[in-house]
C-alpha cells in the first residue's frame, strides 16, 4: 500500500512537471503569437548558430545571425532576415519592417540587418529621399 501511494505521488509531480514544462515552452509561445498575429521574438542569444524567429502580423521572418569582430569584442556583426511565406506580406507596410528591424537592433546592437527578397527591393523602392543620405554617413 505504501508503495501505491509513493508511485501516485510521483505520477501527479511528475505531470504537474510536465504541464508546467509544456506551458512555459517558447516555441509553443512563438506558434501561440503566429496564430494570434501577434509580435513575439524567439531566440537563443547565447547560441550564435541557431536562426531566431519571429512573428509578426501574421508573418513568420526568420533571421541568419553572423559573428564578427566589433571594436572591442565578438559579436553578432551581420543578420539576414526572410519571411518564410511571401504571400503572407500581404497588407504588410515599411513601419512594420522597422518596427521589426528595431526589435532585432534591440537584442543585438552592433548588428547590420539586411532583408531577403522580396522585402530588400520594398524597403529600398519606399525608403525616404533622407534615409538614403543617413545610410551613406
Do not use: C
Request: charged share 30%; aromatic share 16%.
Amino acid at each position: 500500500m505504501w508503495l501505491l501511494r509513493m508511485l501516485l505521488f510521483a505520477l501527479i509531480l511528475f505531470l504537474i512537471y510536465t504541464a508546467v514544462k509544456y506551458l512555459l515552452n517558447s516555441k509553443r509561445k512563438l506558434e501561440l503569437a503566429h496564430e494570434q498575429k501577434r509580435y513575439y521574438f524567439w531566440d537563443d542569444q547565447d547560441n550564435v548558430r541557431k536562426n531566431f524567429l519571429i512573428t509578426y502580423k501574421g508573418v513568420l521572418f526568420e533571421g541568419e545571425k553572423y559573428l564578427g569582430t566589433t571594436d572591442n569584442a565578438f559579436d553578432v556583426v551581420s543578420i539576414f532576415i526572410w519571411p518564410h511565406n511571401t504571400s503572407a506580406l500581404k497588407g504588410m507596410v515599411r513601419e512594420d519592417f522597422l518596427f521589426i528591424e528595431r526589435k532585432i537592433t534591440e537584442a543585438y546592437p552592433t548588428a547590420k540587418i539586411d532583408w531577403k527578397s522580396p522585402v530588400k527591393e520594398f524597403m529600398h523602392k519606399t525608403a525616404s529621399p533622407g534615409d538614403e543620405i543617413k545610410d551613406h554617413l
